[in-house]
């Protein structure tokens, strides 16, 4: 929900990619392109328009879903740790903290010269609201569904948080990337104020976000005065926006887009890290038949639509969980469904639908990665009497009809991880959960899930994940097709770009050259 729903990310997380929430990278591509490319001078200051699909759902960080939105907003928002670009976890808020044997306590010590952008220094008080913010459930689910364990937050003295759970978690320093807010601070809506490294300036709905070089910012600071991200709704014009001018960087091109760039600027190449797929309702008819829904299966073919896309580019997945969260990724899954049109012929037959049925696909028409699959996905479904209608949508509709209201058949879109763990990218299957936009429910998914959740082990606890992303493959819950290539575009004057294993853009490492 890329586009990235928290844990919807997608959802709605799901951003524009939607990657209902990435932008980040593959770390082999990474390192097999070369870095700093270009032989000029870096200067500091600067400015630079960078071209987004869509506008921001919310500023504030607790409330916001979409992927795209997330990616904006970790340039001024940071947690007690935060994740660098190899995917690991490292220190940020926090200048350290301790994990208890039984994985029940979590202890932050406060960074010292840690300031809000309002001037005020961090302080333990607005660590604990935070905390306590995200998991408030007057108003019902916790805003992070993983802070339903949290037992109390209790501050030990001005600079030290202790965090305790109800049940031991391993796995539970991954939401520790949750925004830190100044203590009943009540305009994140309009004039959000973080600890990052660049600040808001300014917004217009549907037109643009400002942001600003924090100063005061406690780490590496940026090398740009002032970022703006443009929004350029209509994918057809993100080319034509480059060449002349009116943004200098844009992400999540096709190859075709990125091949029309052969003067002044440079592309880079990764992943999106995210799960694109031909998401299914499994509430409604036929694909609420697990039969219908493999049938789908076998009659795509990932590998042709990564070619028709992209030149081959991008990774074939096979179930929820892409390749950048490696120890929970499992390449078996790729190849559970092979193209067989006669197999899935048989399985329509079985399951009452010899002549085959009509299907509605809802798109981002935002987004020309998943306009583009989906094309291709009505191709291939002809093959088995499956008539497609591919309905294209703003992505404003998107989110409120398909991810809110679950109204729709079937879509294509990215789902991303809010953080790195696999709880992210699976908690959302489980039946009763409020970003199960799918309507996927398995009771042996949600027993597999909730021991996985449970494991101390952190072998047993991969296993069980891994398990559970079996029960989707095998169940169908939805048409697994890729991790998207990344295609970057950015031009000449500028470098620095790097690839996160999350979807994020990160602006401070960028720089202009002389």
């Not at 607005?126 to 109390?152: F, H, M, Q, W």
């Not at 031991?168 to 809506?189: H, Q, R, S, V």
């Not at 999106?272 to 789908?296: I, S």
Request: proline share 3%.
């Amino acid at each position: 929900m890329k586009r990235r729903v928290m844990s919807i990310l997608l959802m709605l997380t799901m951003a524009a990619t939607i990657a209902l929430s990435g932008c980040s990278g593959d770390k082999e591509k990474q390192e097999s392109a070369p870095e700093n490319k270009l032989s000029g001078k870096p200067v500091e200051g600067g400015s630079i328009k960078v071209g987004i699909s869509q506008d921001l759902d919310s500023l504030d960080p607790h409330k916001a879903v979409a992927a795209g939105t997330k990616e904006v907003l970790f340039n001024i928002y940071e947690g007690l740790v935060k994740p660098d670009k190899d995917g690991n976890l490292i220190a940020a808020v926090a200048s350290e903290y301790k994990v208890s044997d039984d994985a029940k306590v979590y202890t932050f010590t406060l960074r010292d010269g840690v300031k809000f952008h309002n001037g005020n220094a961090v302080t333990a008080e607005d660590v604990k609201y935070s905390i306590d913010r995200c998991a408030d459930t007057s108003n019902g689910e916790p805003l992070v569904s993983a802070y339903s364990i949290i037992e109390s937050v209790n501050i030990l003295d001005e600079k030290t948080v202790e965090i305790r759970l109800t049940e031991p978690n391993t796995e539970f320093l991954a939401y520790m990337t949750t925004a830190i807010i100044p203590k009943d601070y009540d305009k994140l809506d309009t004039a959000p104020v973080g600890t990052g490294p660049f600040k808001y300036v300014s917004r217009s709905p549907q037109e643009n976000v400002i942001l600003e070089k924090n100063e005061d910012y406690w780490g590496e600071k940026a090398h740009l005065n002032q970022v703006e991200f443009k929004i350029v709704a209509d994918a057809d014009m993100v080319v034509t926006n480059l060449k002349g001018g009116s943004i200098d960087m844009a992400m999540r091109l096709t190859s075709s887009q990125a091949a029309e760039l052969t003067k002044g600027f440079h592309i880079e190449e990764g992943t999106m890290n995210l799960v694109q797929a031909l998401y299914l309702n499994n509430a409604v008819e036929p694909l609420n038949n697990e039969k219908v829904r493999q049938a789908l299966c076998y009659a795509i073919n990932p590998d042709e639509i990564m070619d028709m896309m992209a030149d081959g580019k991008g990774v074939r997945i096979g179930t929820s969980m892409y390749p950048g969260l490696k120890k929970y990724y499992d390449d078996e899954y790729a190849h559970y469904y092979e193209q067989d049109f006669e197999k899935a012929k048989e399985l329509l037959k079985e399951a009452g639908y010899e002549d085959g049925f009509d299907l509605e696909i809802t798109v981002s028409s935002a987004d020309q990665p998943h306009v583009d699959t989906a094309q291709v996905i009505a191709e291939e479904l002809k093959n088995i009497g499956v008539n497609v209608t591919i309905k294209p949508i703003e992505w404003e509709a998107w989110l409120e009809d398909v991810y809110a209201n679950r109204d729709y058949q079937s879509t294509v879109v990215g789902v991303d991880a809010s953080n790195l763990s696999a709880r992210a990218m699976l908690e959302r299957f489980t039946s009763d959960a409020p970003g199960n936009f799918i309507n996927f429910k398995n009771k042996e998914y949600d027993k597999v899930f909730g021991e996985a959740i449970a494991a101390t082990d952190e072998k047993e606890q991969i296993e069980l994940y891994k398990e559970a992303e079996g029960i989707l493959a095998e169940k169908a819950a939805n048409v697994y097709i890729q991790d998207l290539a990344n295609l970057v575009a950015i031009s000449d004057k500028y470098d620095g770009y790097t690839f996160y294993p999350l979807y994020v853009q990160d602006m401070s490492t960028i720089y202009m050259v002389e």
